[in-house]
């Protein structure tokens, strides 16, 4: 028998959540404009997005991105074996 604990950690496994997810091509709003990025990279602990014909990095909290839906719930991969 599950205890409530145990059952709160299940729950808790299988969360979805939202966020914006950036990569390269992806199409953002900045001040009313819509740009694309161009890579993205970690620096100093900091996200930092690199728009296309932009030399300065920009802030994700700058961006508009609709978001993502993720989960944390485990699903595994089927394999695909090529002869």
Do not use: C
């Amino acid at each position: 028998m599950e205890t409530a604990t145990e059952a709160t950690a299940t729950e808790a496994r299988g969360a979805t959540f939202l966020m914006p997810l950036f990569k390269p091509g992806i199409e953002v709003t900045q001040n009313g404009r819509r740009e694309k990025i161009s890579h993205v990279i970690l620096r100093r602990r900091e996200l930092m997005v690199y728009l296309i014909g932009h030399e300065d990095p920009v802030k994700p909290n700058q961006l508009l991105l609709a978001p993502s839906l993720f989960t944390t719930e485990r699903r595994p991969e089927q394999l695909h074996w090529y002869l």
